[in-house]
């Protein structure tokens, strides 16, 4: 339980310096995470103002913008920036994943989306992701076989193929984004309304600390649990440091 209430201390700001918007032409097998680290901007920012709800579908040719930072300073508020860059309070709270009750901070990193979006727009869109809130059945992160644990860390672990997609059940901060000993690359998000979701057993991570995920969002991908070899996850939900039954977490 001590790792778990490490890493939600060790939320950070994003930092990194301002770029000018750019536009950049996918080439063959590329990836949003590694465009991510060579314009040092977020695979959410970069799926947010590309208007791309899953990165698989990134094809050789597409034209992405790159989207502008821009560093909170002291006393500003959310009208003023937008009324500055010629954009709405609903398209820069949408950009960044805002509730209209979001306070800004001084050193917050926000990112300026175009007024045009992306060029991508032309390309075939694929259908938008079900209504979570409408399922009959609790929506996990990965559909395949669960095996419920319990002891000193309490979970589920659920099995599929690697390379298989994770996806997050509920809106939320990353609060962790890295490896985590023998639980391969680790994500935790946490909610308003105060649970953390863990979705361990990463072997490729999409998002980083500080950025707000929303369901059914690909926060990863399946990797090999090093103790029995098979391509798993091991997902679990906790509330004032107390584990939650996954059934009964929120979704959403």
Do not use: C
């Not at 990353?174 to 023998?182: E, F, I, Q």
């Amino acid at each position: 339980m001590k790792w778990l209430i490490l890493v939600m201390l060790l939320t950070v700001l994003p930092s990194g310096p301002i770029f000018s918007q750019a536009k950049h032409v996918l080439k063959k097998n590329e990836t949003l995470f590694r465009i991510s680290h060579i314009y040092n901007v977020s695979v959410q920012a970069l799926m947010s103002v590309n208007y791309i709800s899953d990165p698989r579908t990134l094809k050789e040719g597409m034209v992405l913008i790159i989207p502008d930072r821009y560093i909170v300073q002291k006393g500003e508020t959310l009208y003023g920036i937008a009324r500055e860059h010629g954009l709405s309070v609903e398209m820069l709270r949408n950009a960044n994943g805002l509730s209209e009750n979001h306070t800004l901070m001084a050193g917050e990193s926000l990112i300026i989306p175009s007024e045009k979006g992306s060029e991508i727009a032309e390309q075939p869109v694929e259908k938008a992701e079900p209504d979570l809130a409408d399922s009959a059945e609790p929506f996990w992160p990965h559909n395949g076989e669960r095996e419920y644990q319990e002891g000193k860390l309490n979970g589920t672990h659920i099995f599929g193929k690697k390379g298989d997609p994770v996806k997050a059940i509920a809106s939320g901060e990353v609060v962790w984004s890295g490896p985590y000993r023998g639980f391969g690359r680790v994500v935790l998000v946490q909610s308003l309304g105060g649970y953390v979701y863990v979705y361990g057993g990463n072997d490729i991570t999409y998002v980083s600390v500080g950025e707000t995920v929303s369901p059914g969002m690909s926060i990863g991908t399946l990797g090999i649990n090093p103790h029995n070899g098979k391509a798993s996850m091991f997902f679990s939900i906790f509330k004032d440091g107390k584990p939650v039954d996954p059934e009964k977490a929120p979704r959403g």
